[in-house]
């Protein structure tokens, strides 16, 4: 039983992490963006928010007199809303921020994921937001059933989503936001409008981002915006540089890897073990961290360009084909 | 004015207090090579970014095809540290477009040192210029609705790719090409926009002699084939010599001379330029 358990923590962190990946691969084109963690946390609240059953209200609205809002949503039109509401607002932000370039527009951008958590935390915002108390009681993993199972939701969800995110990176628009990665001059200079098609991989990126967020609440059961800091959006970060930048495969591999590197396998190194008479030294909580990031800096020193570079999982055997073709020439 | 393709008036380029161009008047006409010598640092790319949309110019107005495309006139600090003339010819003119826009417009460019899409291939690359004629908007791309159009550039794609000949190599990556078949993925990916004015900016840079000549033919067969008017900077002479119509020559940033390939080779001022001659 509690194998299995731990079983179901890797597959919902898995899952969680693809989303992240997700978030994080539309928006290459514009740079560097450190608001990730602002805007899943939004998503993560509009789904909360939107589905506490209304019986729970007074209990979880304790400090607010049961809150203003009086309905509940659908889960999935919860789901998706949690996408919208993070796109539009990445739309607002994105008008001031992407006029900015590199370096700057990073900062600006951790910056206004800061100002989020913020507000969402202001007490006048009790009512919708529950200030900085909990929200809770909302559907989770562990009770949304598909097909008699808990365990096909986040995968069907995550799977629709990377299946969206696979099909507008090999469009015409894909191809663009590519395009300005690689060089911005030339692009313009193709006639690629730069602030439009940003703009446009900003607010994609952060629609996935909203719903990964709703899909982070669900697998954690309760929402507080104290957890949604920028180490957050560093460990997506990381995920995808492990995986190599400009590979879905390789973020996908690297983000399960992360997660249960850090969740599951390493796990045993923060208990204290006895074999026999013996003592294992040095286990106790907190060393799994320090093995983690020693880790982490192998990856980093001996796979540079990532796990899989800039190939995909279904293209290595292609690759290699033609590589070998070329040579028999 | 008659049916200039593009038209140069008074253009001055100032970056602070240094004068890039100055002065720069010039027309092109339809189906004409022209092309633009002069010493290293005479302002000649300044000059393409002016028609680009990459500067502002400071002062001066183009037009293509009779129609305004940029233009400028000393303004706030400028006004003060203004060095060129024709100051108050524009005033109240200003019109800035931004590349995309221009390139929109059917100007479409290489550049001096070659900026490929390097993660990509060179199909990918010229792909890549006939997103700005697209009809789909992001939904209906992203289902694949647009697949006729798809189809449409990709054949497009293959096709210009073939033309320059560089259909064999479609899926290298286009970093990984030879220079001068980068020299030429350069001028498929600029024909993908479908361009009426296409700007080379030193085409044949780092080519050797037989490959220039190679270009110079190429040039001339795409102009015809494509319906082109072609503006050219160079420095190999042979080139320009042998397939300009018109030649216009700036030294600092000024317009010295303006003619025929026959007419510049026996122009003073533009010898002197080249040789240096007034000093001896």
């Known amino acids: ?329 | 004015m008659s049916e200039s393709v593009l038209r140069l008036e008074n253009i001055t380029m100032q970056f602070g207090g240094v004068v890039a161009i100055n002065d720069l008047t010039m027309h092109i006409d339809q189906g004409e090579i022209v092309a633009l010598i002069g010493p290293n640092g005479a302002g000649k790319t300044t000059a393409f970014n002016c028609v680009t949309g990459v500067y502002e110019p400071t002062n001066g107005a183009v037009y293509f095809h009779d129609k305004l495309i940029a233009a400028g006139h000393p303004q706030g600090k400028m006004k003060r540290m203004y060095a060129g003339t024709n100051a108050d010819k524009f005033v109240g003119m200003k019109v800035s477009l931004t590349p995309d826009r221009i390139t929109h417009m059917g100007i479409a460019r290489t550049f001096q040192n070659i900026r490929l899409f390097k993660s990509q291939t060179a199909f990918e690359n010229v792909l890549i210029a006939t997103h700005l004629r697209r009809t789909s908007n992001i939904f209906t791309a992203a289902f694949h609705l647009n697949y006729k159009e798809e189809k449409r550039n990709r054949d497009r794609a293959m096709e210009l790719l073939g033309i320059v000949g560089l259909a064999d190599v479609a899926e290298e990556k286009a970093t990984s090409l030879p220079y001068g078949m980068q020299r030429r993925l350069e001028i498929a990916r600029a024909l993908a926009t479908q361009p009426t004015l296409l700007l080379l900016d030193e085409p044949a840079a780092g080519m050797n002699p037989q490959e220039t000549i190679d270009l110079g033919l190429f040039i001339q067969r795409i102009k015809e084939k494509f319906g082109l008017t072609v503006f050219v900077i160079e420095h190999h002479m042979d080139l320009v010599m042998g397939i300009s119509d018109r030649i216009y020559v700036v030294e600092f940033g000024k317009l010295i001379a303006e003619g025929t390939p026959h007419e510049i080779q026996n122009n003073q001022a533009v010898i002197d330029a080249y040789l240096g001659g007034n000093d001896e």
């Open chain 1, 1 to 329: 039983m509690r194998k299995m358990s731990k079983l179901r923590l890797g597959v919902c962190l898995t899952v969680v992490a693809l989303l992240y990946f997700g978030a994080w691969y539309a928006e290459k084109s514009m740079g560097a963006n450190l608001g990730q963690a602002g805007f899943m946390l939004v998503g993560a609240y509009v789904y909360a928010v939107f589905t506490i059953p209304l019986k729970k209200h007074a209990a979880v609205y304790q400090y607010y007199n049961g809150g203003i809002i009086q309905f509940e949503l659908p889960l999935i039109v919860a789901l998706l809303l949690a996408g919208i509401v993070a796109a539009l607002l990445a739309a607002l932000i994105g008008l001031p921020v992407l006029r900015l370039k590199s370096d700057y527009l990073a900062i600006a951008t951790l910056g206004f994921a800061e100002i989020i958590r913020a507000v969402v935390q202001w007490d006048s915002l009790g009512p919708i937001t529950n200030g900085s108390n909990l929200l809770k009681t909302y559907p989770t993993f562990n009770n949304t059933k598909i097909f008699g199972t808990t365990v096909l939701f986040p995968f069907i969800v995550s799977g629709v989503c990377i299946a969206l995110i696979l099909l507008i990176i090999n469009s015409t628009y894909g191809r663009a936001f590519k395009a300005i990665r690689d060089d911005e001059v030339a692009a313009e200079a193709m006639g690629v409008n730069l602030f439009h098609h940003k703009e446009l991989s900003f607010v994609i990126s952060c629609f996935f981002a909203g719903i990964g967020g709703a899909l982070l609440a669900m697998f954690q059961g309760t929402v507080q915006a104290n957890s949604f800091k920028s180490a957050m959006t560093y460990d997506v970060l990381l995920m995808v540089v492990i995986g190599g930048m400009g590979s879905v495969s390789g973020s996908v591999i690297a983000s399960f890897l992360y997660i249960a590197c850090s969740e599951w396998w390493l796990r045993f190194l923060d208990n204290p073990l006895t074999i026999g008479s013996f003592n294992v030294p040095l286990l106790r909580s907190g060393f799994r961290m320090v093995v983690f990031s020693a880790v982490i800096m192998v990856v980093v020193l001996f796979f540079r360009r990532g796990i899989m570079g800039d190939k995909e999982l279904w293209n290595i055997g292609m690759r290699r084909q033609k590589a070998g073709r070329r040579a028999r020439k």
